[in-house]
């Protein structure tokens, strides 16, 4: 593998003969000289290639190279005199690869709007926004798995394909392959490929305490869905998860996990991804960099949901949403809590159980259960989770009353029936996650390919 453009610009150059291979940023002349910006994405900036008028190809290509065209460099690295830049290229040879016409590359030199970028998802890519997303992603998605591994975690790979609603809320995406007319009959899913009806998966807990009811601590790392019609900059019919599942770990265990979660990716991405947060501190979002440090060096506020809903009364603020015990906070009332009443992130927990899933471990005063969200600045909830009722007939119990047929879910009971012990678990939304730690302000941004409601390009 030749050397990419980070690495090239990290070398201390000594006369070696390098090759550069990648796509034309920009392409200056000046006398007999022409100098061209390559970058490969391997990082934000590029190289300068410098290209001399005695090329064989100078004057029919090399000095009319345009954006988005693909090169191929032979050259020599030397030591730049040029400010911000310590090494470039003094070329040998340039050979295109491809052209990108001027005339139709939409893609010229100038700020396009992020709107106008999700039309073209196919080549968003390629600009300087959309590549540093690309990039801190990559390093979070690293940053995760790493995270795990050192802690004793077992990666665990969850269907895609799944009966079992894990919210309960009916929002599942039903996988058929039946065609229109079958689907009219009575009963048609018994018919169908799975002989039950089935859906994209919403979550993948469910299957991961299973493992985790054996190997102690697991996590699931994989896309989910919801069929939702929220057309907002906060929802995505298609989205990733990070979910473990601890066993003999309770509420506070299950707390302290998903913050140092937290603090630690965004530790990664300051480390490892500098010039991008740069980028995105400078054009996307003032004072992120100072915010990810804040996150990253100080320990997170916690409260009750009573006590939540108890500040938000008495903040004065007036909410388009009002406040009472019992409502489930809207974004509105978490960025409050985190932004402007702690100021950092804030663990809310013991939540109503009235608005909570049916597998959450219920309280001792029967009206709250063991759950846990967790609100960062500028997104509201990052983080859902809670303890696991691990008691037979409590679960069991709130399986009825949420209107769900034991009998379906005879699996999960015996998951409590045969050697059960308190485990909990949470789902971090890793596009939210990305969404933070760029500062961008839609979630359709922060995903190569975003799933909404109407649509569904590339």
Known sequence: MKPTVKE???????????E??????????????????????SCLAGIQVVAESDLANYDIEVKHLSTGSSVVVSGTLVESPAKGQKVEVSAKSVELVDRADPALYPLQKKRQSFEFLRSISHLRSRTNALGAVARVRSALSYGVHHFFKERGFFQVHTPIITTSDCEGAGEMFTVT?????????????????????AGLTVSGQLQAEIYALSHGRVYSFGPTFRAENSNTSRHLAEFWMVEPEMAFCDLECNAAVAEELIRELVAIVLENCADDVDLFNRFVSKGLAGKLEQVRDNAFVRMTYTEAVAALEKSGKEFSFPVSWGIDLQAEHERFLCEDLAGVPVIVTNYPKSIKPFYMRLDDNSTTVAAMDILVPGIGEMIGGSQREERLPVLTQQMEEAGLDPDEYSWYLDLRRFGSVPHSGFGLGFERLVQFVTGMANIRDVIPFPRTPGSAQC
Do not use: M, Y
Request: glycine share 8%.
């Open 8 to 18: 090239l610009l990290q070398l201390i150059p000594h006369a070696q003969t390098v």
């Open 20 to 41: 550069v291979r990648g796509w034309v940023k920009t392409r200056r002349n000046s006398g007999n000289l022409c100098f061209i910006e390559v970058t490969d994405g």
């Open 177 to 197: 392959a039946l065609d229109t007319a079958e689907l009219q009959k009575k009963d048609p899913f018994r018919q169908d490929f799975f002989g039950q009806r």
